[in-house]
Structure formats: C-alpha cells, structure tokens
C-alpha cells in the first residue's frame, strides 16, 4: 500500500500578486525537491509542472497540492525535515486559515494513482467523520493494516 495526501489552501491574493512572488517562485524547487525525495511516488501536476491551475472547488482561490508516497515516514521527512519546512513555515503570509479541515491522508494500493475526486471525497468523508482508518490526518495516523481490516468491516 501508498500513502496518498492532498492538502487545500484559500489564497489571499492571486497568484499573480506581488504578495505571492515568493509563494510562486519557490513552487518549483520545492516540487523538484519531492520529486527526487526518498520514498516520493508521485504528484499531481499540469502542463506546467504544479497543481495551482486545476480547480476542485467552487472558490477560485483554494488550490491544491495531491501526492503519493510509500510511507507516512517519506512524507513527514520530506515536509518537515527538508527545505519545504521553510516553506511551510511561511503559509499564513499568503493562504487564510480554513475553518475545517484541509488536508487529509489515505491508504491506496500500490500503482493506484488517485483522481481529485477521489481526493476531495476523502477530504470531505474525512470532515464529516473525523479520523478513521479510511481517511485521516498526522493527529491519528493509522496503518494500511488498520485500513484494510476497516474496509473489510464495512464491504
């Protein structure tokens, strides 16, 4: 099993902005440093190379990032312990705080690659529910074991 992640942010100014330069111009070394990051598997992306273009929901402004990794590990050393932390850091200078939950991790079977429906069912399932073994966050992470017996349970 991978780990599949999407996350959510609401701009507060087009991207375009003299607000967001720093956002914008560090989208794609940050993106090359997941690429090449131990345990990365893939990421969604456009023509362009990032993921700010392709809309999920119905506010223009919230764009997304969706991922796979091969262990909960891979993606907490990438976001934490790498250049990306920084970056990180630095979120509440260009994207408003969510009233709900915006990102959201899942369990999928080797070689699936998720769609951003799928993405934003787990986020929504995840929102209404809270933490399951089906759709969770960092909080309560949960094994692809717990996962599987989980979906067995309600198959």
Same mark, same amino acid.
């Given at each position: 099993m991978h780990l599949a992640q999407l996350n959510i942010? #609401?701009? #507060?100014?087009?991207?375009? +902005?003299?607000n967001m330069a720093d956002f914008v111009d560090n989208l794609e070394p940050v993106n090359h440093l997941a690429d090449? +990051?131990? =345990?990365?598997i893939w990421r969604l992306q456009d023509e362009t190379g990032d993921a700010t273009q392709i809309k999920a929901f119905s506010d223009p402004k919230i764009i997304l990032n969706m991922s796979v990794w091969a262990s909960t590990d891979a993606l907490k050393h990438f976001m934490f #312990?790498?250049?990306h932390k920084s970056f990180l850091s630095r979120k509440k200078e260009w994207f408003h705080q969510l009233p709900e939950q915006s990102y959201v991790l899942w369990w999928i079977p080797t =070689?699936?690659?998720?769609?951003?429906?799928?993405?934003?069912?787990k986020l929504?399932?995840?929102?209404?529910? =809270?933490?399951?073994?089906?759709?969770f966050t960092f909080k309560n992470l949960f094994s692809s074991?717990?996962?599987?017996?989980?979906?067995n349970e309600i198959s």
């Open positions: 942010a #609401k701009a #507060k100014y087009a991207l375009e +902005s003299e090449l +990051s131990e =345990g990365f #312990k790498t250049h =070689g699936h690659i998720p769609t951003v429906e799928e993405a934003v069912d929504m399932y995840l929102r209404k529910n =809270g933490d399951t073994p089906y759709a074991t717990e996962y599987e017996t989980h979906k």
